[in-house]
């Protein structure tokens, strides 16, 4: 009778250790995401922050979720507001994922962002923009599992009768097949921080 493996994670971790940070974070590089900038109006002024962690929950009826950390800047005054847009991003829009991937900068300054009829700031030129309402909230480590009621959703999947692309982040770089192209601004670093908020 032989004996069984010995369970890991494949990064030295077995059942009852603590998994590494980085290690978990380099694992999670793995599954390749959509950009989203999330983005709304408190008392008149925009606010907004990039992040990956968006899905949509359910059909019926129309429910969307994505994460963010709980301390950020902008999250609350998001949460106040009460409705938000989540802006997808095309894959020629790098320059609006860094300008809201960061956390420095006023994100909205020289930026040609529509009100929709909503009540949620839309940002030029995105793939997607799904307007919603804070539906319920819940606290997940470090991160808020946003719960949004879709009130209405706007596509831009088309430009001159062609097909766009999502923008994807793989592996720390835009697209999938970059393999040895700019590593992105990390989600989970020190400074610029995606889903930050």
């Known amino acids: 009778m032989s004996a069984e493996p010995a369970l ?3 990064a030295g971790a077995t059942p009852g250790e603590a998994l590494d940070p980085v290690e978990f974070r380099k694992a999670m590089a793995e599954f390749a995401t959509g950009v989203t900038v999330i983005t709304a109006l ?6 907004g922050f990039a992040c990956q962690s968006f899905a949509s929950v359910s059909l019926e ?18 949460r106040a507001a009460g409705r938000f847009c989540v802006n997808v991003l095309a894959e020629e829009q790098r320059d609006l994922c860094e300008r809201f991937g960061s956390r420095r900068g006023a994100k909205f300054e020289g930026l040609d962002w529509e009100a929709s ?6 940002l030029p030129d995105v793939l997607l923009g799904v307007h919603a309402v804070v539906h319920d909230v819940h606290r997940a480590g470090d991160h808020d599992v946003v719960i949004g009621r879709v009130l209405g959703v706007e596509r831009h999947d088309t430009r001159d009768g062609v097909w766009r692309r999502p923008m994807v982040f793989f592996r720390s770089r835009f697209g999938v097949g970059e393999p040895d ?7 989970w670093g020190v400074g610029d921080r995606w889903g930050w908020g």
Request: charge should be negative.
């Open 61 to 78: 009826p129309p429910l969307i979720l994505f994460c963010v950390d709980h301390r950020g800047r902008s999250w609350p005054r998001i």
């Open 181 to 187: 192209g700019p590593i992105a601004p990390d989600p």
């Open 42 to 47: 408190d008392r008149g002024e925009p606010v």
């Open 8 to 10: 890991t994670d494949g």
């Open 117 to 122: 009829p909503w009540g949620t700031p839309v």
